[in-house]
């Protein structure tokens, strides 16, 4: 089984601050883990992935997450916040199983919205 | 470009009335997903089909059925839509990669049905 739980439905930062979105996860197996961002009445875009390769991982548009095993967390960040990335964020966990885990499904976390304020 | 394409941005229907949402993809991905957004749950699974024909229950799937009689489309159907159906529709695909489906999903923009 898997889970993902995004910490806080909504966060606040000033533009030109710094940007920190929190997710940790549950998952049976190695996971693949995933930031998705959703602009105001659009569909979901892939932000970054992380898939067992480096631990660090950069995504478009400035932002980049940390796979830390031990503390099973996956946080985005973004050193300056930039008006236009104000959104919601997808945390997504896939523990792709075993054998033949094309069939396999993500787990979605509730997402966190996120304001900039000038 | 990738792209999936869902034929209806927004709808208003009546309790009771069978509801489509169609969902085509040009990029021939194996795995098609139904999801339906409601604020504060995030993004639930209600169907998703690995090939043609084939097809799963998410985790939500009451009320709800699909038909992939295509590689390409992938429909879900309201048989007899109510008002706790209400929500944005979110349709995905993905490429099955050897064995191990690495889960970047393609989204489509999102179908908002409103039932009265």
């Known amino acids: 089984a898997q889970s993902v739980t995004q910490l806080d439905s909504h966060v606040s930062v000033s533009e030109g601050t710094p940007v920190l979105l929190r997710c940790n996860y549950s998952?049976?197996?190695?996971?693949?883990l995933f930031w998705y961002v959703q602009h105001p009445n659009k569909g979901l875009q892939l932000l970054l992935k992380?898939?067992?390769?480096?631990?660090l991982v950069k995504g478009i548009n400035g932002f980049e997450a940390e796979f830390k095993k031990s503390e099973t967390s996956f946080h985005l960040t973004k050193p300056s916040a930039h008006m236009s990335d104000a959104a919601e964020y997808f945390c997504?966990?896939?523990?792709?199983?075993?054998?033949?885990?094309?069939?396999?499904?993500?787990?979605f976390g509730s997402g966190t919205r996120l304001q900039v304020q000038p | 470009d990738v792209k999936v394409t869902q034929s209806s941005r927004y709808l208003v229907k009546r309790t009771g009335e069978k509801v489509f949402l169609e969902c085509v993809q040009d990029?021939?991905?194996?795995?098609m997903f139904w999801y339906r957004q409601d604020p504060g749950l995030g993004l639930r699974l209600i169907y998703f089909?690995?090939?043609?024909?084939?097809?799963e229950k998410g985790d939500i799937p009451e009320g709800y059925s699909v038909s992939r009689e295509k590689k390409e489309r992938f429909s879900l159907i309201l048989e007899s839509a109510s008002t706790n159906q209400t929500s944005m529709y979110l349709c995905?695909?993905?490429?099955?990669?050897?064995?191990?489906?690495?889960?970047?999903?393609?989204f489509g923009e999102g179908s908002r049905l409103t039932v009265l």
């Open positions: 995905a695909s993905s490429l099955r990669t050897g064995s191990r489906n690495t889960g970047e999903l393609f």
């Open positions: 998952s049976s197996y190695s996971p693949s």
């Open positions: 992380y898939t067992s390769a480096a631990t």
């Open positions: 997504v966990v896939s523990d792709g199983g075993g054998l033949d885990t094309g069939r396999r499904a993500l787990t």
């Open positions: 990029m021939d991905h194996e795995n």
């Open positions: 089909s690995y090939d043609v024909k084939m097809k």
